[in-house]
């Protein structure tokens, strides 16, 4: 079964800081990896969808890495913004086989950019 | 372009009770899927639909059932009601036939049971 992983669970920067995200999988047979934002009790809002045949995409101040071989994929968040303190989720689809159809979803790493 | 809307935002119900939660789609798409996040954990799939029927389902009990209606919208229905179903239940689409393009949430259906 795919498991998702995400350090640091908590984490706490000044504004402007550059900062990284990790996220780990299990299973390198994965179809994309998604990032996802959630400000607290609400839903998700998308951030960057990377496909397997990819290495990174970027908006913004935002640039998701991914590397399936090694089950890892990096959010970098450049210039960080009180705004940006939410919390960041990652999740990959399987695509085939047991579970193609749903999202394994790491537990999240909760950001505080400090004033 | 309305994105995925639920109903409601927020219920309360009472431990045995049913409930369910609604959801309508981003324009087209025609794939419905439901997850719950309990405090402070990522959110777990439910089951999803498509053409009508559930396509593929998580590890829940036969107490969670759902519907899809050829307009696409879905329903969600949690019969006898435990404390421990007190989540965030979130509902997300995807466009036709294919995850690749991704899926797209709505902003929750916040549901406590005492």
């Known amino acids: 079964k795919q498991e998702v992983t995400q350090i640091p669970a908590a984490l706490s920067v000044p504004e402007g800081e550059n900062l990284v995200l990790n996220c780990s999988f299990t299973?390198?047979?994965?179809?994309?990896l998604q990032w996802f934002r959630q400000d607290p009790g609400k839903g998700l809002t998308s951030l960057l969808l990377?496909?397997?045949?990819?290495r990174e995409q970027t908006s913004g101040r935002l640039n998701a890495s991914l590397d399936k071989s090694s089950g890892r994929s990096t959010l970098y968040i450049a210039a960080s913004q009180p705004g940006d303190s939410a919390t960041y989720l990652c999740?990959?689809?399987?695509?085939?086989?047991?579970?193609?159809?749903?999202?394994?979803f790491g537990t999240g790493t909760r950001l505080t950019v400090i004033p | 372009d309305a994105g995925v809307t639920q109903s409601p935002t927020h219920l309360i119900k009472t431990r045995g009770q049913q409930v369910t939660l609604r959801c309508s789609p981003k324009?087209?798409?025609?794939?419905v899927s439901w997850y719950q996040q309990a405090l402070g954990q990522g959110p777990q799939f439910i089951f999803q639909?498509?053409?009508?029927?559930?396509?593929q389902r998580g590890n829940f009990p036969d107490r969670f059932s759902g519907h899809q209606f050829p307009n696409y919208s879905s329903e969600l229905n949690v019969n006898a009601l435990l404390l421990g179903d007190s989540a965030l239940y979130l509902c997300?689409?995807?466009?036709?036939?294919?995850?690749?393009?991704?899926?797209?949430f709505g902003s929750g259906t916040r549901l406590t049971v005492v």
């Open positions: 997300a689409s995807s466009r036709p036939g294919l995850n690749g393009y991704g899926y797209t």
């Open positions: 299973d390198s047979a994965i179809y994309n």
């Open positions: 990377i496909q397997s045949s990819q």
């Open positions: 999740a990959v689809s399987p695509g085939r086989g047991a579970g193609a159809n749903n999202l394994f």
């Open positions: 324009s087209g798409h025609d794939t």
């Open positions: 639909y498509y053409e009508e029927e559930e396509r």
